[in-house]
């Protein structure tokens, strides 16, 4: 079965400076994709980033890059140069292939705090 | 502005009350979805409609029941809750496919009293 796991309930990191936000997953299947949202105090959830079982290369967008391990089933999400807005709960999700799609599951979320 | 839309936002029910949740997409996927998200606990899957065909069930209460009645529309319709299932209710919608990322709804965030 699948499951997504992230072990940080909470992280605080200065403006302007990099965090890592951790994420590790467990799966049978060879092809999945993984996924990054963002979730604001309005409630609304907000894509960031996507990753294939199968890409060679760490997904980049904008400040956010993940820092994808295939072996040790990680994808762990770095936001550079952080800033005020960045400040929300991050959530890890992976999804396995199949016909239908198959389901989108969520690790528990990291609340990350940006100091000024 | 989102593709995919919620209503209501807000929705204040007794345990003897039928009401509905109501999302609706624009954007041409094939899949929705229904999660709950309590306080400080992470998003539940509840159910998953592909091709307007519900192809996962986690177990939820009978006293939730969803429609789907085209793909691009999904309906919660709620009766006889209890306050435990106050919650932020978001539907989601997707393509088909591992790759695929799902957009969100704002929600709707539901009291029970």
């Known amino acids: 079965a699948q499951k997504i796991t992230q072990t940080q309930p909470g992280m605080f990191v200065q403006e302007k400076e990099a965090v890592t936000l951790d994420c590790t997953y467990d799966?049978?299947?060879?092809?999945?994709?993984l996924f990054w949202y963002k979730q604001p105090s309005s409630g609304e959830m907000i894509f960031l980033i996507y990753?294939?079982?199968?890409?060679?290369q760490n997904a980049t967008e904008g400040r956010y890059s993940l820092n994808f391990q295939k072996a040790r089933k990680s994808a762990n999400l770095v936001i550079s140069a952080s800033q005020l807005g960045d400040s929300a709960m991050y959530f890890c999700a992976m999804r396995e292939g199949g016909p239908q799609g198959g389901k989108l599951i969520f690790g528990q979320g990291t609340e990350l705090s940006v100091k000024p | 502005e989102t593709g995919v839309t919620q209503t209501p936002r807000h929705l204040v029910m007794g345990m003897t009350n039928k009401k509905s949740l109501k999302c609706e997409q624009h954007l041409g996927h094939n899949a929705m979805y229904w999660y709950k998200q309590s306080a400080k606990k992470p998003l539940e899957l509840m159910f998953v409609?592909?091709?307007?065909?519900?192809?996962e069930n986690n177990s939820v209460p009978s006293r939730f029941s969803p429609e789907c009645p085209n793909s691009s529309h999904l309906f919660l319709h709620l009766h006889t809750l209890q306050p435990e299932d106050s919650a932020l209710y978001l539907c989601?919608?997707?393509?088909?496919?591992?790759?695929?990322?799902?957009?969100f709804g704002q929600g709707t965030r539901l009291t029970v009293v």
């Open positions: 409609y592909s091709l307007e065909e519900r192809v």
């Open positions: 990753q294939g079982s199968y890409d060679e």
């Open positions: 799966t049978s299947d060879q092809s999945y994709g």
């Open positions: 989601a919608s997707s393509q088909s496919g591992s790759s695929a990322e799902a957009f």
